[in-house]
């Protein structure tokens, strides 16, 4: 007997990572070796600091259900970090733990956007945007992401897609997956915006301590926008902690408290030996300089594989500013980008994704996350380079 879905089910889209890196296990199962340029997972280890005080707390009994918004230790650890790094003053009730960032972008289109409210992301972009808004049957309003901008958004082109039904802005700097970042004067213009508009604006800095030579802005900090922004962040990119599952978003307390309550009806609350790694993350010496050495070689990365990127024929690729992805224009290669993708990795054994796995406005282009050591990037990088000297038309 077939399962009756639910209509929304066939609103609900994926990751693209996930699948490739599915499809490229079973090329491994079959003797193949790969190179995983696909998956935005960095293989350094957690420092070691934190696991140990991840150790520590399972001994001492961390191992039972927690308040649904986090220990408050660990929500303190969270306000303390985030008021030093954006000069704003956050209370630890603003603060909610989650299993996975992802849950500060559900909570909050959950608690807050109807059916047929407008909200606004940033096309190319994170594929959770647009499947969570079309799965809850808000009205998604791409906005384009141009090379030639350096991957940054036209403010009048933003400015002229708000209308009275436009409820919520989804930002993200630095950006998956061009590697775009927006400028302070960028910045401002959208919390003034938001501020005449009335928009509510999540604000999704994940990467926002992977950036190369200037310090990262955040709309949090600006004026006026406190009490209308949710800072959607996570231990997963900057702490190599992906598989820890821990999340946390700062958001006005009378919505952090809605988001308390979709936890009790969800997850409940994350992990309690987990929340108390956060403590010595945030406030330990060896965690921040465990994340500078983190950048400075993921750094190194983004330029050997953009230079790489840039003597390949038929492609060319900005030099991004932040996160740990690279976005090549494949164009001149004469091969679609799906195409290419799929070559690559059937052929060459390179894992990576199409651009349109991000977005409409991603068409003509790769996303390649230098996340893995400089031997395997050399290896995939030459062996995309043989492969486009055979097959480019």
């Known amino acids: 007997m077939p399962i009756r879905f639910a209509e929304r089910m066939e609103r609900l889209g994926t990751e693209g990572a996930f699948e490739v890196l599915a499809r490229a296990r079973r090329l491994e199962a079959t003797g193949r070796e790969i190179v995983h340029l696909e998956i935005g997972e960095p293989d350094f280890a957690t420092p070691d600091n934190i696991t140990e005080a991840a150790i520590s707390a399972l001994h001492a009994g961390f191992t039972h259900y927690t308040p649904a918004g986090g220990i408050l230790e660990a929500r303190q650890a969270v306000a303390g970090f ?38 606004i992301f940033p096309d ?29 958004m036209d403010l009048d082109e ?48 994940i990467y926002s301590q992977i950036v190369y030579g200037f310090d990262h802005v955040s709309v949090l900090s600006q004026p006026g926008m406190k009490e209308r922004t949710v800072l959607m962040d996570g231990m997963s990119k900057a702490y190599a902690m992906c598989g820890w599952r821990l999340g946390y978003g700062v958001a006005p307390r009378e919505l952090a408290a809605g988001m308390e309550t979709l936890m009790i009806n969800s997850s409940s609350c994350a992990a309690a030996f987990a929340q ?50 690279a976005f090549p224009n494949v164009e001149g290669t ?46 995939g990088l030459e062996r995309m380079g043989n492969y486009l000297q055979d097959h480019r038309s």
């Open 82 to 119: 985030v008021s030093r790094r954006l000069g704003i003053e956050t209370d630890p009730l603003e603060v909610v733990l989650v299993p996975g960032s992802k849950n500060v972008l559900l909570f909050v289109l959950l608690a807050c956007a109807e059916p047929g409210d407008e909200v």
């Open 124 to 152: 190319p972009g994170y594929p959770v945007y647009a499947s969570l808004v079309n799965f809850l049957g808000a009205v998604p309003v791409p906005v384009r992401l141009r090379e030639d901008r350096n991957f940054r």
């Open 158 to 205: 933003l400015a002229s897609l708000v209308t009275p039904r436009t409820r919520i802005l989804i930002l993200n700097t630095p950006q998956n997956p061009t590697g775009g970042v927006l400028t302070r004067e960028d910045v401002e213009f959208v919390s003034r915006l938001a501020v005449e508009h009335d928009l509510l604006v999540v604000a999704d800095e």
């Open 276 to 325: 108390m790694a956060v403590i010595e993350a945030f406030e330990s010496p060896e965690s921040e300089a465990a994340v500078a050495r983190m950048v400075s070689q993921f750094e190194r990365r983004r330029d050997l594989v953009v230079d790489a990127l840039n003597s390949m024929p038929g492609v060319r690729c900005q030099r991004p500013e932040g996160s740990f992805y």
């Open 334 to 379: 004469g091969l679609g980008e799906r195409e290419l993708a799929d070559g690559l990795l059937q052929e060459a054994g390179v894992a990576l994704l199409p651009g349109t796995a991000f977005g409409a406005a991603g068409a003509g282009f790769l996303r390649l996350a230098y996340t893995q050591g400089e031997a395997d990037l050399r290896k």
